[in-house]
């Protein structure tokens, strides 16, 4: 029996067993059955990583006797570079797989495991502790074996986790200062620092140590790299994942590496506080959230995603001839993956290998033609389906946070989520169908009264009671024909198209109860479509989207040979315009119309089109409509206007310039007719040949002779 013992360290569904540097004097024999007794404790079928870097010198007998541990239980060997040699002479064959570290060996033999799946239940612990040996052997098993040390009498020690799957977020609070040494974790490590300092903090191949205070976060360790430093009386967290989880959240088939352990900016190391924030605090720190496995991969994915936006990396680079296939078919085989598998963790790698592209060329795709990300477009498609379930289901049977949570979406996230891209609550969809939709007269602008058939039985006592209330309205309003009047006044009075279309889109926005943009689209003569006026950058991309595309409602009810009102209630069930459509429900828009622009007289083409956007399905109504055709007409009466006025303008100019060139010729022929004694038509043709002999215009010449002439009389 020996004394040896080597403790197994789980990571996801792999164990490493570390070898302790102090096996000099210790027989191969005893290292060979300390190994069987930790790997007796691993279920059968684990991966095994034997990690051997911290062992030198390793002898020949010791060599043979791991290699034949590592073939019996198909192991992974981690040597360090003296180590190899010898494991050279014992295996020559290379029958026995070997890995440059720890993180290399658990993403497979070079290349990347299975997809994070998460399955278990959430784990959470306290650890309450002032005994320096209690909290050694605490943080040995929580984290990876060390030795820590204190002068200090009273070693006062919190710590609190929730772990689900490789997946942790801790919070430590130490009382004292304690010295470590810690080996590899074989895990991200990320460290945000609240109170206190961390000091000295030597890692293994970085050039110096490092200080951490207060509102630093950071890397604090590369996977596998062992490292060592002082904690000074400080609080901070601690979250961990697998590094698996980064190569497929950049969507390549190798282990990514951190280059630097600070993140690029304060803005990207604020974006990651709030990802790990979201992780403690919305899935794992919620009962029956972080039992969920979509919403466990969901985040987790999320937190690795903010990882490599904050700190730079080896998978940064964009490999070659991917651009070539990021074309329309692989982004039609990728929408279909998803939108058959949104009840499932995918990720990335998955959609790409449906999409039979590489990661990268499936993220150019969405990029190119939809202006998002593979996982963007995920999220709103599964953010649909919760919206689908909640309209359908019966409040007294189901909740938001049941239905948010099987689309892998945390409560509070979820309403967030679901409010900015549709106006509204969940709990408002869900309950829609038994309260009453109340509202109060006067809270759109004066075109929508004016266009409603008929008021709401009921209005006159809501108005009653609106009275006081913060927004309403503390007199009469005026009648609709007053409302139009005043309308119709702003836009004739305009003193420019875009004074003019940028009126009614605003009017257009405040009108169309469903609105949440509004643009108005124009023809060039040359064919072109652009956008003249718009309420929001929102609608100025998805106008873009369309002219790049020559689909969608504002580009049909634009051309002449098409109808002039083009309507779609749920673009996610459209299929005129796949492409539009696809974008359009990326950006968070959902429905939309559009109605002509009417020619302007004297034109024989329409001017252009008019269109609302709306982030509701079903939200634009037949009395929208109205409106908006009312308003294009208007906008195009208004455009007529401005147009005759700036011609009218123009004539006023030039002829005030043909009569100021007549004065001025006519003078010029008075002086050589008094001077010279010619006649009017001799006159005339001695300025034109001056004219053209100087290449002069023949007004310049009469200028300069009526101007100059009493220099010419003393001459």
């Not at 005893?30 to 790997?39: D, K, R, S």
């Not at 590369?222 to 904690?231: E, L």
Request: with cysteine; hydrophobic share 40%; aromatic share 6%.
């Amino acid at each position: 029996m020996t004394d040896l013992k080597i403790t197994p360290r789980q990571f996801g569904d792999a164990v490493v067993l570390t070898l302790p540097d102090r096996l000099a004097t210790t027989h191969s024999a005893e290292i060979v059955e300390a190994l069987h007794a930790a790997g007796r404790a691993v279920a059968p079928g684990t991966r095994i990583v034997v990690d051997l870097r911290g062992v030198s010198p390793v002898s020949a007998p010791l060599a043979r006797a791991l290699v034949s541990f590592a073939r019996e239980r198909d192991c992974v060997l981690v040597p360090d570079q003296a180590t190899t040699a010898v494991l050279d002479s014992a295996d020559p064959g290379a029958a026995v797989r070997r890995a440059a570290s720890p993180a290399e060996a658990l993403a497979g033999s070079g290349g990347v495991r299975q997809s994070f799946a998460a399955s278990g239940a959430v784990r959470s612990l306290a650890f309450d502790s002032d005994d320096l040996t209690r909290t050694e052997a605490f943080l040995s098993s929580a984290y990876a074996p060390m030795r820590i040390g204190s002068e200090a009498d009273h070693a006062g020690t919190h710590i609190s986790r929730h772990e689900v799957d490789g997946l942790s977020a801790d919070q430590l609070a130490l009382s004292f200062e304690m010295s470590y040494a810690v080996e590899p974790l074989g895990t991200i490590c990320l460290c945000d620092v609240e109170s206190g300092t961390i000091e000295d903090h030597r890692v293994e191949g970085w050039p110096e140590a490092e200080t951490f205070g207060p509102g630093d976060l950071v890397s604090f360790s590369p996977p596998d790299r062992p490292y060592t430093g002082r904690i000074a009386r400080a609080e901070y967290s601690i979250t961990m994942f697998d590094p698996v989880l980064l190569s497929q959240a950049a969507g390549v088939d190798r282990p990514v590496r951190l280059l630097d352990h600070r993140p690029v900016d304060a803005s990207a190391a604020q974006h990651l506080r709030s990802a790990v924030a979201h992780l403690r605090d919305d899935v794992l720190g919620v009962p029956g959230v972080g039992e969920n496995p979509l919403a466990v991969a969901t985040v987790a994915r999320y937190l690795a995603v903010a990882v490599l936006n904050a700190f730079p990396h080896t998978a940064s680079a964009e490999r070659r001839g991917d651009g070539l296939d990021a074309h329309s078919q692989t982004l039609r085989r990728a929408i279909s993956f998803i939108e058959a598998h949104l009840h499932r963790p995918i990720g990335v790698a998955e959609i790409a290998a449906a999409a039979r592209v590489s990661a990268r060329a499936v993220q150019l795709a969405f990029r190119r033609h939809l202006g998002t990300t593979p996982m963007a477009y995920l999220r709103r498609a599964r953010l649909d389906r919760a919206r689908a379930e909640l309209r359908a289901a019966v409040p007294e049977q189901d909740t938001v946070a049941r239905i948010a949570a099987r689309w892998g979406y945390a409560p509070s996230v979820f309403a967030a989520h679901y409010r900015a891209a549709y106006g509204e609550s969940p709990s408002a969809t869900l309950h829609r169908g038994t309260a009453e939709h109340i509202r109060f007269p006067g809270s759109r602008s004066f075109v929508r009264t004016a266009i409603e058939p008929k008021s709401e039985p009921g209005d006159e006592e809501r108005t009653l009671v609106t009275a006081g209330l913060p927004g309403a309205p503390d007199r009469a309003q005026p009648d609709a024909a007053d409302r139009f009047e005043q309308l119709s006044g702003m836009l004739l009075s305009a003193n420019s198209v875009a004074d003019v279309l940028r009126q009614v889109v605003e009017a257009t926005a405040a009108a169309v109860a469903g609105a949440d943009w509004a643009s108005v689209t124009v023809l060039g003569s040359d064919g072109r479509f652009s956008t003249a006026a718009r309420t929001g950058k929102t609608a100025a991309e998805l106008d873009r989207i369309q002219y790049r595309d020559g689909e969608g409602p504002c580009v049909e009810a634009a051309r002449a040979d098409s109808p002039s009102y083009v309507a779609s209630a749920d673009l996610a069930a459209e299929t005129r315009w796949p492409r539009f459509t696809a974008a359009a429900r990326a950006l968070g828009c959902r429905a939309a119309f559009s109605t002509e622009l009417p020619a302007v007289p004297g034109s024989d083409r329409v001017a252009g089109s008019l269109t609302v956007y709306s982030r509701r399905p079903d939200s634009l109504a037949e009395t929208d409509r109205r409106i908006a055709l009312l308003l294009a007409t208007h906008a195009s009466l208004a455009l007529a206007n401005t147009h005759l006025r700036k011609t009218a303008e123009l004539r006023r100019a030039e002829f005030r310039r043909a009569v100021d060139t007549r004065d001025v010729i006519g003078q010029a022929k008075g002086i050589l007719m008094n001077r010279e004694g010619f006649t009017a038509d001799e006159a005339f043709d001695l300025l034109r040949r001056t004219s053209q002999d100087l290449n002069v215009k023949l007004v310049e010449v009469a200028r300069t002779l009526t101007d100059r002439h009493g220099e010419l009389e003393q001459g």
